[in-house]
C-alpha cells in the first residue's frame, strides 16, 4: 500500500487526516515544519506529500522547490493543502511542480479522491 507525507503545523489537521488516510489503508507519516517535511521525504520515499504552504523553518513552496530540484525525489507527487487562495500562489505552486492545489478549510472525502487520482496514475 502508499505512504502518504503529510506536512502541516496545524496538528488538528495532522490528526483529522492521518485518522482519514489510515481508514483507507494508506501509511501515514507526518512533519510538523518545512526541514522535517524534507528529511522525511527524503528518508522515507513517501508514494505521495500532502503540504501546507505556510509552515515554521522552510514553507511549503520552499519545499516543493527543493523536492522537484531534487533529482532523486521529484517523481514523488505533490498535493498542495492552504490555506492560501490567491491566484498567484497557485499559479506559482503549479509551475513549481505541485500535482494539484487544495484551498483550506477543505472537504476530506475531496482530497481523498484527488490523492487517490494521482496516485492510480503512478
Known amino acids: 500500500m502508499h505512504t502518504i507525507l503529510i506536512c502541516d503545523d ?4 495532522l490528526e483529522l487526516m492521518e485518522f482519514r488516510l489510515q481508514a483507507k489503508g494508506y501509511t501515514v507519516i507526518k512533519a510538523e515544519d518545512g526541514e522535517q517535511a524534507l528529511k522525511q521525504t527524503a528518508e522515507a520515499r513517501p508514494s505521495l506529500v500532502v503540504l501546507d504552504a505556510m509552515m515554521p523553518k522552510l514553507d511549503g513552496f520552499q519545499v516543493l522547490s527543493r523536492l522537484k530540484a531534487n533529482e532523486d525525489l521529484r517523481h514523488i ?12 500562489e497557485i499559479v506559482s505552486a503549479l509551475e513549481r511542480g505541485a500535482e494539484d492545489y487544495l484551498v483550506k478549510p477543505f472537504i476530506p472525502d475531496e482530497l481523498m479522491t484527488r490523492l487517490s487520482k494521482i496516485l492510480s496514475k503512478k
Open 10 to 13: 496545524d496538528t488538528l489537521i
Open 77 to 88: 507527487p505533490v498535493i498542495m493543502l492552504t490555506a492560501r487562495k490567491g491566484e498567484q
